[in-house]
């Protein structure tokens, strides 16, 4: 069956089922609207995915990918087995495997470069969220509807990375290398939901600017910097 399906047919339908996923979210998308999306007839949709959660699968898998989505041998995708997605989804977002500047910085014992310690930080923090920008916005989207899906991005995701950011800030705090703050924790927060604007949800707004990627990434790393250091 697979051999009768056009190679860039594949990667056209799981872009034309992101798409639906973001306008709609997990719940409310039906495979007849990502077919329809697709210029496809359901039934057609179904030599490709065993199922809508193998659709959402497939995205999630093929989200922010380099490369066009190649067609893969044995169509139609099954459904994933229980906990499947959640598992790929859990070593994309684990904090401490992604930030390792940040995860550094907590460890060093001494700081002789805390501009640069920032500095570095908050642009890697921009450069994932930036890389994963879809995929982040599938699951800010699809989270609410998909329980065990929200605890593991909420908490374990976006709530680590606060918690990482905090630690990191509470310590340069009491070694006098960054000024005092009214609260750690409400920084980290703010310091993750800026780059977050910046880095993704800015390429979503219904009334877009046009900003230079470059400079919008450098502005975000010399406003935070400034704002912890003074001067």
């Known amino acids: 069956m697979a051999r009768r399906i ?6 056209e339908v799981v872009q034309a089922a992101t798409a639906v996923f973001l306008e709609q979210g997990y719940r409310r998308t039906q495979m007849g609207d990502v077919a329809d999306r697709a210029g496809l007839a359901k039934g057609t949709l179904y030599l490709y995915f065993e199922s809508k959660e193998a659709l959402f699968d497939a995205v999630l ?3 922010d990918a380099p490369e ?3 067609l893969p041998q044995g169509l139609p995708l099954p459904t994933p087995r229980a906990g499947e997605t959640l598992a790929k989804i859990r070593a994309r977002v684990t904090p401490a495997a992604s930030l390792l500047a940040l995860s550094e910085s907590i460890r060093r014992r001494r700081v002789t470069d805390v501009r640069g310690e920032v500095e570095a930080i908050v642009r890697e923090l921009y450069a994932l969220l930036a890389r994963h920008r ?3 916005k599938l699951l800010d989207r699809c989270a609410r509807e998909h329980p ?3 605890a593991l991005w909420f908490e374990s995701g976006r709530l680590g990375v606060v918690a990482l950011l905090r630690r990191y800030l509470e310590d340069r705090v009491r070694r006098k290398s960054l000024r005092a703050l009214p609260d750690a924790g409400v920084t980290a927060r703010m310091i993750l939901e800026l780059a977050a604007f910046w880095a993704v949800h800015r390429h979503w707004d219904p009334a877009p600017e046009a900003f230079d ?3 919008a990434e450098a ?6 910097t400034r704002a912890l250091l003074g001067g």
Do not use: Q, S
């Not at 502005?219 to 935070?224: A, C, D, G, K």
């Open 68 to 70: 066009r989505a190649p």
């Open 134 to 136: 879809v995929g982040i």
């Open 6 to 11: 056009p190679p860039d047919r594949f990667h």
């Open 61 to 63: 898998e093929h989200a």
């Open 213 to 215: 990627e470059a400079k």
């Open 148 to 150: 065990e899906l929200a």
């Open 219 to 224: 502005t975000l790393v010399e406003f935070v």
